[in-house]
């Protein structure tokens, strides 16, 4: 079998997600055969260094021997039971170890089967929290400008990208949005915690004019992944959980993305030493393997829901998949590999070379920043370096780089104008290097015209 058979198949069958599939006449498809570590292997022979973790999922590399092993024993044992009424040890000790690695008071955990629903979940669980506490009025959610919580209609309601919510807003309810305090847009002479705080006047105001009316704030704490992996400071989490306690108003942290060590701690909302109301977490979860989710709240939350059945203040929400054995085997591989490999630590040599390797581009005349986050680290493409003017979106240039790439043996795939590493951690030096040199012929590429 070729590239060519299977591309020939699919598109014949498939329909892919998050692309105009018109595209493909012109952007060939890239049929993987399998993955070992950091390495994609196509069906031609070519190789390429998954640099984006598989969309932000793989954490230790593409099978992975140790979570490959934990699978296999599983699933000789029990591939899936229905988690209404009945339960396995996986999400028994999944759920004692999830509990056991998050700050008090975050004490139960609720499962999903990917991001999104996890999101709706936490809405409606906050909602719900309210109204079973004699607030049903609490019908609101504040949320950031360039945020993003999944394509589903309720977490469209409460995200910010126009590309993937413009068409279907007659549809969706309406939350209030303040201005992120995205760091790329600060005065030249303003730190990013002076400009996090500064940004912070919006939320306050928000909140003042909608606190009685509204159930939760979302964030995506530290680093908006999906709008360009825009960063902030830990000051503007720290402002915002005193205020959301102050106003009497849940903090809904979806970690979906940045949890598991990608900001440079295991939760990014550590950095601000601050505990939400509710934690959610996926994606690397499972290290990339299952799709899994979960969302994480304190016994105080869970007891509002505690009562007779005839009282109806259950959370009555289900996914059929919810809490999947395989998944949470999968997820307990992963947490071991954290417990036993110091991985958070190693991690921090590694952020430091992204750094060092692509420090050369701080002088390109169309970055506009180079900015990181413990293990990510993007690197925008402007029209104008002093003025920060992106190039019109129209004009496509990030797949200029995620073409190139492709013929270097990298999988990059920039959002927009911000090229980025999201790499699996299992990466060395050396490859590092090589997506450096990449990124840079990519950006020459792309902003040559
Ligand atoms: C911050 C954040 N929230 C939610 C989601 C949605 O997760 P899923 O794609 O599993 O539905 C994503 C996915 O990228 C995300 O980055």
Redesign the pocket.
């Given at each position: 079998m070729s590239n060519r058979d299977v591309i020939a198949r699919d598109l014949n069958a498939v329909w892919h997600p998050c692309t105009q599939m018109k595209d493909h006449e012109w952007l060939p498809l890239v049929p993987i055969r399998r993955g070992e570590g950091v390495w994609l292997h196509d069906f031609d022979g070519n190789r390429y260094i998954d640099a984006i973790s598989s969309?932000?999922v793989n954490l230790f590399g593409h099978a992975n021997p140790r979570i490959n092993a934990a699978l296999k024993d599983q699933i000789d044992s029990l591939e899936h039971v229905i988690l209404a009424g009945f339960s396995h040890e996986p999400v028994v000790e999944l759920s004692e170890r999830l509990v056991e690695i998050t700050p008090a008071p975050l004490s139960r955990c609720f499962y999903t089967d990917?991001?999104?629903s996890a999101?709706e979940v936490a809405l409606k669980m906050s909602y719900h929290y309210w109204k079973n506490c004699g607030n049903p009025n609490k019908t609101k959610f504040i949320t950031l400008t360039q945020s993003?919580?999944?394509e589903t209609l309720g977490?469209l309601g409460v995200g910010d990208v126009a590309l993937y919510k413009e068409t279907y807003k007659p549809l969706l309810m309406e939350a209030v949005t303040v201005p992120s305090p995205d760091c790329f847009h600060r005065d030249p002479d303003t730190s990013w915690e002076q400009h996090s705080r500064r940004m912070f006047a919006h939320m306050e105001a928000a909140l003042e004019a909608h606190a009685h009316e509204t159930a939760a704030v979302i964030v995506?704490p530290l680093l908006q992944?999906?709008t360009g992996m825009r960063m902030y400071d830990p000051v503007y989490l720290e402002l915002l959980r005193e205020a959301c306690d102050r106003h009497g108003i849940h903090l809904i942290a979806?970690e979906?993305?940045t949890g598991f060590g990608r900001t440079g701690t295991l939760f990014a909302c550590e950095q601000a030493g601050i505990v939400p109301d509710f934690l959610l977490l996926?994606?690397g979860l499972t290290a990339g393997y299952l799709p899994l989710?979960v969302v994480m709240t304190s016994d105080h939350v869970y007891e509002a829901f505690y009562d007779d059945f005839a009282t109806l203040r259950a959370f009555m929400h289900s996914h059929s998949y919810t809490g999947n054995p395989i998944a949470c085997r999968a997820a307990l591989a992963t947490l071991d590999i954290f417990r036993d490999d110091d991985v958070i630590t190693r991690n921090r040599a590694l952020s430091a070379h992204m750094r060092r390797a692509v420090a050369h581009l701080e002088d390109h005349p169309h970055v506009g920043e180079i900015r990181q986050h413990g293990m990510v680290l993007a690197m925008e493409m402007v029209r104008d370096k002093s003025a920060r003017d992106p190039f019109p979106w129209q004009e496509r240039r990030g797949i200029r780089v995620y073409q190139h790439a492709l013929t270097r043996e990298a999988l990059l795939r920039p959002l927009g104008n911000v090229v980025y590493f999201m790499p699996p951690y299992v990466i060395t030096e050396e490859q590092i290097d090589h997506l450096a040199t990449v990124a840079t012929e990519g950006i020459d590429i792309a902003t040559r015209d």
């Amino acid at each position: 079998m070729s590239n060519r058979d299977v591309i020939a198949r699919d598109l014949n069958a498939v329909w892919h997600p998050c692309t105009q599939m018109k595209d493909h006449e012109w952007l060939p498809l890239v049929p993987i055969r399998r993955g070992e570590g950091v390495w994609l292997h196509d069906f031609d022979g070519n190789r390429y260094i998954d640099a984006i973790s598989s969309w932000w999922v793989n954490l230790f590399g593409h099978a992975n021997p140790r979570i490959n092993a934990a699978l296999k024993d599983q699933i000789d044992s029990l591939e899936h039971v229905i988690l209404a009424g009945f339960s396995h040890e996986p999400v028994v000790e999944l759920s004692e170890r999830l509990v056991e690695i998050t700050p008090a008071p975050l004490s139960r955990c609720f499962y999903t089967d990917n991001g999104s629903s996890a999101v709706e979940v936490a809405l409606k669980m906050s909602y719900h929290y309210w109204k079973n506490c004699g607030n049903p009025n609490k019908t609101k959610f504040i949320t950031l400008t360039q945020s993003y919580h999944g394509e589903t209609l309720g977490t469209l309601g409460v995200g910010d990208v126009a590309l993937y919510k413009e068409t279907y807003k007659p549809l969706l309810m309406e939350a209030v949005t303040v201005p992120s305090p995205d760091c790329f847009h600060r005065d030249p002479d303003t730190s990013w915690e002076q400009h996090s705080r500064r940004m912070f006047a919006h939320m306050e105001a928000a909140l003042e004019a909608h606190a009685h009316e509204t159930a939760a704030v979302i964030v995506e704490p530290l680093l908006q992944c999906a709008t360009g992996m825009r960063m902030y400071d830990p000051v503007y989490l720290e402002l915002l959980r005193e205020a959301c306690d102050r106003h009497g108003i849940h903090l809904i942290a979806d970690e979906i993305a940045t949890g598991f060590g990608r900001t440079g701690t295991l939760f990014a909302c550590e950095q601000a030493g601050i505990v939400p109301d509710f934690l959610l977490l996926s994606k690397g979860l499972t290290a990339g393997y299952l799709p899994l989710a979960v969302v994480m709240t304190s016994d105080h939350v869970y007891e509002a829901f505690y009562d007779d059945f005839a009282t109806l203040r259950a959370f009555m929400h289900s996914h059929s998949y919810t809490g999947n054995p395989i998944a949470c085997r999968a997820a307990l591989a992963t947490l071991d590999i954290f417990r036993d490999d110091d991985v958070i630590t190693r991690n921090r040599a590694l952020s430091a070379h992204m750094r060092r390797a692509v420090a050369h581009l701080e002088d390109h005349p169309h970055v506009g920043e180079i900015r990181q986050h413990g293990m990510v680290l993007a690197m925008e493409m402007v029209r104008d370096k002093s003025a920060r003017d992106p190039f019109p979106w129209q004009e496509r240039r990030g797949i200029r780089v995620y073409q190139h790439a492709l013929t270097r043996e990298a999988l990059l795939r920039p959002l927009g104008n911000v090229v980025y590493f999201m790499p699996p951690y299992v990466i060395t030096e050396e490859q590092i290097d090589h997506l450096a040199t990449v990124a840079t012929e990519g950006i020459d590429i792309a902003t040559r015209d």
